[in-house]
């Protein structure tokens, strides 16, 4: 383990009054407490953060590469963003994240995009400030990708989104390699940060107002294996389930084959972990499982959820699923909005597979064709709503738990917050219950978010 030191924080700016950045973030939560993390060190740096990316000193895109899509978005962005440096050539551009840790890709975007000042990947963030001087202090490009993960960097500040709930990344990497996926390649094997460290940074943000945490890692399950001595994941959730002051736990993501009986027993037993649990499927058919390497079955998969179901009463269950893998067939496929129909998914996540280079089903035969996939996909995305509209429904007349997060988002008169299974509720009330655990009784659900009132 390595502590982030900061020596290398000082400002490079020594004109200006005031530095500005914006961030853009694309991808999973891991990348969201990436930029959480970028923007803590500016703000140490002395950096205040811009309005929109027109009025900032600096723009970073923080980038991912899990499908073709997020990339594209990146090339298109930094299409636009020629011109903002040709106009302000005192901008700086900075590109991070999964897409720059992927082979030959930092030397592509610097023959197409040579105005691009800085590129870093996955493993390295936490030396941008010091890329950020050199860039400063020397007006030449920094470009640094490490092929290796380094050990964890513990101590780099972090600017958090909210104070009343936080993300707190438990694990970095994966071990798992299934088929499609591009993430163990840019975001390594599973290192495991330790229980102690894990404690205090949730103590900590507890003593500056924090009630709800959700635990990150790509497969949370195997958290502490790599840990000497070995801690379970279901132990780490019992002992952070002890933290005073704390009202919810919640954790994501957990892979079926990893969730084990300890792991739900904990859920059930703890107060604090809410009843919540994203359980990706990726697909109904144990054949398409089987070449994604994903290490379980249609039926183990089922026969988690009915444990899951009967062990905690009312949990929501959410899932990540995808069409068009190599050689699904119309019945796989089948096989797959079958199984959305019998688990009942609160949501779900839902994609179109996408070809990645470096990964072994980018080589599979039988590519299904576009036209099919789209068409697969309006069909799931159908049934899914279908089913997170039932499961809404049931909530209406019911009175919930809430914790008030703040004002909502698209009517400034009413207040937002979530339910323990983690349905978002916008609702009349005080606004000086921002922060608290209320009672909210519901009168109308929508298929994405409930109606209510606050009742205490
Ligand atoms: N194509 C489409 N979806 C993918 N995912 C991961 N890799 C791919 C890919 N190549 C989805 C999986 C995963 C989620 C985070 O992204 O469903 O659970
Ligand atoms: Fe990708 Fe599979 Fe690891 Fe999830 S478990 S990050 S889908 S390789």
């Known amino acids: 383990m390595q502590e982030f030191t900061a020596d290398k924080q000082k400002c490079c700016n020594k004109n200006k009054i005031q530095k500005t950045f914006f961030i853009e973030t694309w991808g999973c ?50 299409g636009a963003l020629k011109n903002l440096k040709k106009r302000n050539p005192e901008l700086i551009i900075a590109l991070c994240g999964c897409m720059m840790q ?29 890329y950020l001087n050199e860039v400063c202090q020397n007006r030449s490009s920094v470009v640094e990708i490490q092929n290796s993960e380094s050990g964890i960097v513990e101590g780099v500040p972090v600017d958090r989104e909210s104070t009343i709930k936080a993300f707190v990344t438990i694990m970095y ?140 009463p009312g949990a929501a269950i959410t899932t990540d699923i995808m069409v068009g893998f190599p050689g699904e067939s119309e019945k796989d496929f089948e096989d797959t909005l079958n199984l959305v129909r019998e ?23 039988e590519q299904i064709p576009e036209d099919i996939k789209h068409e697969r996909f309006n069909r799931l995305v159908k049934i899914v709503n279908e089913s997170s509209a039932r499961k809404n429904r049931a909530y209406e007349g019911r009175t ?19 339910t323990r299974t983690g349905k978002l509720v916008n609702f009349q009330g005080d606004v000086n219950s921002i922060g608290e655990l209320i009672k909210v009784k519901i009168s109308k659900a929508h298929s994405f978010s409930l109606l209510g009132k606050q009742i205490q």
């Open 29 to 78: 939560q891991m990348n969201e407490e990436d930029s959480e993390k970028l923007s803590g060190m500016l703000k140490k740096m002395g950096y205040e953060e811009a309005k929109n990316k027109y009025h900032a000193d600096l723009i970073i895109l923080n980038t991912c590469c899990v499908r073709e899509n997020a990339e594209l978005k990146v090339y298109g962005h930094l």
């Open 102 to 130: 992927q082979k030959h890709m930092a030397e592509n975007i610097m023959k197409k995009f040579p105005f691009v000042d800085m590129i870093f990947g996955t493993y390295n963030a936490y030396k941008f400030p010091q």
């Open 173 to 312: 990497g994966c071990n798992n390699f299934c088929t499609y996926c591009i993430v163990p390649y840019v975001r390594g094997r599973e290192r495991s940060r330790s229980p102690l460290n894990i404690e205090n940074e949730i103590k900590n943000l507890v003593s500056k107002g924090c009630r709800e945490v959700t635990l990150l890692g790509q497969n949370v399950n195997s958290y502490g294996k790599d840990l000497d001595p070995e801690v379970k994941f279901s132990e780490l959730l019992e002992r952070i389930n002890n933290i005073e002051g704390l009202e919810r736990i919640r954790f994501m993501t957990s892979h079926p084959k990893d969730l084990t009986d300890d792991v739900i027993d904990a859920v059930a037993k703890c107060d604090k972990v809410c009843e919540q649990i994203h359980l990706p499927v990726q697909s109904g058919s144990t054949n398409i499982l089987k070449k994604m390497n994903r290490n379980y079955s249609r039926e183990q998969y089922l026969s988690l959820i009915y444990k899951i179901k009967e062990k905690i």
């Open 343 to 365: 688990v009942g998914y609160d949501s779900a996540f839902t994609f179109i597979y996408s070809r990645r280079r470096g990964t072994p089903a980018d080589k599979f035969e």
């Open 400 to 418: 919930e738990e809430i914790l008030v997060e703040g004002l909502s988002k698209n009517d400034s008169t009413r207040l937002m917050g979530r």
